[in-house]
């Protein structure tokens, strides 16, 4: 079992261009997140998706974030026009079931750190 | 909405003592409790989840929960250095259907000295 996996784990841009973040789930996961971290907010839910599906966005900025799951094997995240306050290290999760139930339990990639110069 | 509140925010302890950390949240209808471990630049590992007033331990973890109390704490039996960590944790609401979204406190940073 190879984990989460997230690419890039680093990833440096200018302000104004465009980030995409991957993210592959563990294979036959059904749930599907995207958090971010920083230090002065913690640990923010974004978005997620059940069965490729996209359930709830509420936590993604309305205007630049925009979260996709094309198929069961990856996600991607993508920020157009970069602020430096997009700044935050990005985790993707994902859990085997329908995520709710008391015994899911949630996967955490390790993570794509995006800084905006 | 949720507030999740940890604390200490900083805590170190000698190799072999028990460590304990605490928190707090702010709605009453929380059902699901986890504790994280996240080493620097690291994912999160989960140690311990608890839906239930008492206790749970898995290993050298254990979770009490008291929901009258708003208070879910986590206790760590001979830590080791290895240990050393930010430890999380992330609570959610049974209502609405909106039971998957977890809200995390900021955190505790644990150094474990030999």
């Known amino acids: 079992n190879a984990g989460v996996i997230q690419t890039p784990r680093h990833k440096v841009t200018g302000k104004g261009q465009e980030a995409t973040l991957w993210c592959e789930p563990i294979s036959g996961h059904s749930a599907v997140f995207w958090y971010r971290q920083t230090i002065v907010q913690g640990l923010e839910f974004l978005t997620y998706f059940r069965n490729q599906a996209p359930i709830d966005d509420s936590g993604m900025p309305k205007e630049r974030f925009s979260a996709q799951m094309p198929n069961q094997s990856h996600s991607t995240l993508k920020i157009q026009s970069t602020q430096p306050q997009d700044s935050a290290v990005y985790l993707c999760?994902?859990?085997?079931?329908?995520?709710?139930?008391?015994?899911?339990?949630?996967?955490f990639g390790e993570g794509s750190k995006l800084t905006v110069l | 909405q949720q507030k999740v509140q940890q604390s200490p925010e900083s805590l170190t302890v000698s190799e072999g003592a028990m460590a304990s950390l605490n928190c707090t949240f702010s709605?009453?209808?929380?059902?699901?409790f986890r504790w994280y471990r996240q080493h620097s630049a690291k994912g999160l590992e989960v140690l311990v989840s608890i839906f239930s007033d008492g206790e749970k331990e898995e290993g050298r973890f254990t979770a009490h929960l008291n929901r009258a109390n708003l208070h879910v704490s986590l206790h760590i039996r001979e830590p080791q250095p290895s240990d050393s960590a930010v430890y999380l944790c992330?609570?959610?609401?049974?209502?609405?259907?909106?039971?998957?979204?977890?809200?995390f406190g900021k955190g505790t940073l644990l150094t474990v000295t030999p």
């Open positions: 992330a609570v959610s609401i049974p209502s609405g259907g909106s039971n998957y979204k977890l809200t």
């Open positions: 709605d009453g209808t929380s059902n699901n």
């Open positions: 999760a994902s859990s085997p079931r329908d995520w709710g139930t008391n015994t899911g339990q949630l996967y």
